[in-house]
């Protein structure tokens, strides 16, 4: 039976898992992981001014990177959004 490649999106909260989804890996490509990481940590933890400071031109006083998309590629390739709660989208086998 062949292996299907995945998307596994788990999200925390500290220790908590709040959320859990896999996704066939063909039906977002990885700009659209990204993006989806920064709307799932946004909408999980961060009030609306935050958001929006989060929006703001890098060189800009308001700016805060909380939103920024950490890559990972060793030992497996992993994205991550968030601190507290975050979001952890890595490709599985299945």
């Not at 890996?25 to 001014?49: H, I, N, P």
């Not at 703001?56 to 700016?63: R, W």
């Not at 909380?66 to 959004?81: A, G, I, R, T, Y």
Request: glycine share 4%.
């Amino acid at each position: 039976m062949a292996t299907k490649k995945y998307w596994c999106i788990v999200g925390y909260d500290s220790t908590t898992q709040i959320f859990e989804k896999l996704v066939p890996l063909g039906t977002l490509s990885q700009k659209q992981m990204t993006e989806a990481l920064r709307v799932l940590a946004a909408r999980a933890g961060l009030t609306f001014e935050e958001i929006l400071d989060c929006h703001a031109k890098k060189n800009a006083k308001a700016y805060r990177a909380l939103l920024e998309v950490q890559v990972e590629s060793h030992p497996k390739f992993s994205m991550s959004c968030g601190s507290n709660p975050y979001f952890i989208a890595s490709v599985v086998e299945k």
